[in-house]
């Protein structure tokens, strides 16, 4: 089968690479460690986990999927989704409460939830493991993922990573409800989804 874009595109983009720490469980996503020890994700997998996720993601209301990234290079990606598919972004800071107190202002009931990283979105993904809502996560080697449903291996600190994986993602649900035809992409590319570089202050 074909992927979803070219393998090229995915290691331009450093999909595919991973961090030099390795989790029990992603290790099953791996087919390879460089010299400098960082570990290298099979395109395969991550292509298989994007159509899976798409398919899954698709069968859900937009507007009951919420989207969160607390990562600074989420941020746009993650809004960029929401904008296209119709789903909420809930980026920078995930405020206590948000998916589990009613009472809250800025309570939010969603009936799935993606996240671009179980660490840096843990309060997204403990609130929603507890109200029972599905959680869909792209995940590195190095994260733990004991309360994700459905594990997508990426590189999810990559700038570049992280705006091509949001755009594969936005046009293959698109696709699977028929808003776009099934060849036919976005009327933007990935650079379109992708963060502004942060200048590191010194």
Do not use: H
Not at 30 to 48: A, H, S
Not at 160 to 178: G, P, V
Not at 191 to 198: G, L, N, S, Y
């Amino acid at each position: 089968m074909e992927t979803l874009v070219p393998v090229d595109l995915y290691k331009k983009m450093g999909v595919i690479i991973g961090t030099q720490i390795c989790t029990k469980y992603m290790k099953r996503f791996t087919y390879k460690i460089l010299p400098e020890g960082f570990y290298l994700l099979d395109v395969g997998k991550i292509d298989e986990r994007l159509r899976i996720a798409a398919k899954f993601l698709s069968s859900f209301n937009p507007e009951k999927m919420v989207v969160v990234s607390v990562r600074v290079y989420g941020q746009k990606p993650a809004q960029m989704m929401c904008k296209y598919v119709g789903c909420k972004p809930v980026i920078g800071r995930v405020i206590p409460g948000t998916f589990t107190n009613p009472r809250l202002e800025f309570y939010i009931e969603p009936e799935v939830v993606l996240v671009t990283d179980p660490r840096a979105d843990r309060q997204a993904v403990v609130e929603a493991s507890r109200v029972g809502v599905p959680i869909v996560a792209f995940a590195d080697t190095d994260n733990k993922v004991d309360m994700i449903d459905l594990v997508i291996p990426a590189n999810n600190r990559g700038r570049k990573s992280l705006a091509l994986l949001y755009w594969i993602l936005t046009r293959e649900i698109l696709r699977n409800r028929n808003i776009l035809p099934p060849n036919e992409d976005l009327d933007v590319g990935p650079e379109a989804f992708m963060a502004v570089k942060v200048v590191e202050q010194v």
